[in-house]
């Protein structure tokens, strides 16, 4: 392959292996495998990259692993990594085509099938070409669905042993057009954490409430309560959610018994950290002050999952720019509107400056979201995601002669 014409077009070297590339992303499809279990998954990766000649590193954050293509020259020192996630969901897949899972109760349901298979198409197009100086590391990580591979990963020394000077990662979106790609230069997705509100009461006779302090009653009041957060303490130009997602008291086979106890389990999603403590203040003084103000207790228990995936602006606009080089400015929206969903590539955001961007799938009109149980990554797009990839590495270190 002609140098000049592989750094000019890398979308076009790796159409010519597309077909090779379904096949691979349908079969991680049909195997899907949780998160830090996906054994099979890095095996097959690892063999990709080993038939590529590219130097592989298994184990890290578990079933994690890292390649590594060194630059037709290595002058410059830099080195750049690119991220996929592996794992599938705990979830049943409805599908009926031929590659669905073949693993009762897991499914790919959030494409990283799909993102794992792009990954492996700009390795294979950078193996082959090498029109770089310095460094690329491909990343290949287990567990993001809740997991924190990311920092597993980190805490395996990822970024010590692999000093990556920018980072970036992808993720589909169904709901942009097949061909377009969304980015902007800060906020992409919201911090995830969870709450659990334990409210301990006196349990009795549902016939005899006055001898009791009724927990579901209470509950219903933090429920209440907890809605006027938002919008009685967030500014307006800022976003925040809080959504209790889960309400267990008593037990229904027992309709005369008030219980002793009552839990609520719910999720805070935030961009700033300013908000996202005094979401965390007012939920624990807004539910020990009704408690008590029916003579029971309430205990917050707060975790943060996942911090806010941020963008920073010049590796942002970077990517931008690699992807209107591509695919016309038409095509690529640099100020695309922010998901409170959650991505443990933030971690990795906090560890390096990156960038991490939307690649439009499609099929959100024909009811095909990430999560469902319908999903699939559609094939169509591989190509423009494995190309972009490959192009940051070469326009961030390009061989200068």
């Given at each position: ?147 924190g591979g990311a920092r597993a990963m980190m805490d395996d020394g990822l970024f010590d042993t692999y000093p990556c000077n920018e980072i970036y990662a992808l993720h589909n979106w169904p709901g942009l057009p097949a061909g377009k790609v969304g980015i902007n230069p800060g906020p992409m997705m919201a911090a995830s954490d969870r709450f659990e509100i334990v409210i301990e009461g006196k349990g009795g006779h549902g016939a005899h409430p ?192």
């Amino acid at each position: 392959m002609d140098a000049g014409v592989a750094l000019r077009s890398p979308l076009e070297a790796i159409r010519k292996f597309h077909d090779d590339l379904t096949l691979l992303r349908r079969d991680l499809h049909a195997h899907p495998e949780l998160g830090f279990e996906e054994v099979r998954t890095s095996g097959i990766v690892a063999k990709a990259l080993e038939l590529l000649g590219v130097e592989v590193h298994r184990n890290i954050g578990k079933t994690g692993l890292v390649g590594i293509i060194h630059g037709r020259r290595c002058d410059s020192g830099r080195m750049i990594g690119l991220r996929a996630d592996m794992d599938a969901l705990p979830m049943a897949e409805d599908n009926a085509f031929a590659h669905r899972s073949s693993k009762p109760g897991l499914m790919h349901g959030c494409g990283h099938d799909g993102h794992t298979t792009i990954l492996l198409g700009a390795a294979r197009y950078l193996s082959r070409t090498r029109n770089f100086d310095g460094t690329a590391v491909l990343i290949f990580q287990p567990a993001e669905e809740g997991l924190g591979g990311a920092r597993a990963m980190m805490d395996d020394g990822l970024f010590d042993t692999y000093p990556c000077n920018e980072i970036y990662a992808l993720h589909n979106w169904p709901g942009l057009p097949a061909g377009k790609v969304g980015i902007n230069p800060g906020p992409m997705m919201a911090a995830s954490d969870r709450f659990e509100i334990v409210i301990e009461g006196k349990g009795g006779h549902g016939a005899h409430p006055y001898q009791t302090i009724d927990p579901v009653v209470v509950a219903g009041q933090i429920i209440t309560a907890t809605q006027s957060i938002v919008s009685r303490n967030v500014n307006p130009l800022d976003s925040a959610v809080v959504s209790i997602c889960s309400v267990q008291a008593g037990n229904p086979g027992a309709m005369s018994v008030i219980p002793r106890e009552a839990r609520l389990v719910g999720t805070v999603r935030t961009f700033r950290r300013t908000v996202q403590e005094m979401v965390e203040t007012r939920l624990r003084d807004l539910s020990s002050s009704i408690a008590a103000a029916f003579g029971a207790t309430a205990t917050l228990k707060y975790d943060r999952i996942y911090p806010a995936t941020i963008n920073t602006p010049r590796e942002a606009n970077f990517v931008a720019d690699v992807a209107t080089a591509m695919l016309g400015k038409e095509n690529v929206i640099r100020d695309l509107t922010p998901s409170m969903g959650a991505e443990d590539f933030s971690f990795m955001l906090q560890g390096r400056p990156g960038a991490y961007f939307r690649l439009g799938q499609g099929g959100a009109e024909q009811g095909c979201f990430l999560h469902s149980s319908n999903y699939d990554f559609n094939d169509a797009v591989i190509p423009l995601g494995a190309g972009i990839m490959a192009s940051l590495v070469e326009r961030s270190m390009p061989v200068v002669d």
